[in-house]
């Protein structure tokens, strides 16, 4: 049993590339958390020691899986949306623009794990947005959507890419525009994550122009 808040310094394994590490200890206090940081996995996992290990390179197989629950870290959270991953894992929305929030968005259905990571996140200084696991994440699929409803317009000629991105900047005060936001999360994302989420609906559908760009990646 682990007793987090008896402990002053936690330990941090981070999965992720350059850019995602800058962007997620952007908001983790260093004399808080002492960091690991690999851009691949790591080839002796027994020497690992960790309190929390972040995998915002994660890829849904079987050898990834076995990987992350052979390095007996208590709390595992990846960047994936889908829910097809075991209990034990916290899936994190690790999306580009999203992790150097103080809010994380999360879903786990193992109450224990839940109340764990809460701890180790309180001790960074952030906080958890829990998400049922059975529907996708809120922020993704807000963004999603405006990003296809930008790309449908453009479509139509209903108005330039740069005058999209402007008019959503000045007009509802967010940091990036839908074109903007497109290219920080990738393409392939942003397709991946509707082709998933409108499997069962038939109010909508993905842009043409969108799929293309994903394509091109």
Same mark, same amino acid.
């Given at each position: ?77 990846? +960047?994936?949306?889908?829910? +097809? ?115 069962? +609906? ?16």
């Amino acid at each position: 049993m682990h007793f987090l808040c008896k402990k002053a310094v936690m330990d941090l394994l981070l999965l992720a590339d350059e850019n995602r590490k800058n962007e997620f200890l952007s908001a983790v206090s260093p004399t808080v958390f002492t960091t690991q940081w690999f851009d691949h996995l790591p080839v002796e996992e027994n020497d690992l020691h960790a309190d929390l290990l972040v995998d915002l390179l994660f890829e849904n197989n079987p050898e990834r899986i076995n990987w992350l629950q052979q390095t007996r870290i208590p709390c595992v959270m990846v +960047n994936w949306m889908e829910n +097809n991953v075991p209990d034990q894992l916290i899936r994190i929305n690790g999306w580009p623009g999203f992790t150097g929030r103080e809010l994380l968005e999360c879903a786990c259905p193992d109450e224990q794990i839940r109340l764990q990571a809460e701890r180790i996140a309180g001790q960074m200084g952030r906080t958890i947005e829990w998400t049922p696991s059975e529907i996708p994440f809120i922020s993704q699929s807000i963004v999603s959507g405006i990003i296809n409803e930008a790309y449908l317009a453009l479509q139509e000629d209903t108005a330039t890419q740069e005058g999209i991105d402007t008019a959503m900047k000045l007009g509802t005060n967010y940091p990036f525009g839908p074109f903007e936001w497109a290219e920080r999360i990738g393409h392939k994302n942003i397709v991946h994550f509707l082709d998933y989420n409108l499997r069962e +609906n038939t109010y909508g559908h993905v842009s043409i122009l969108l799929k293309e760009k994903a394509l091109a990646q």
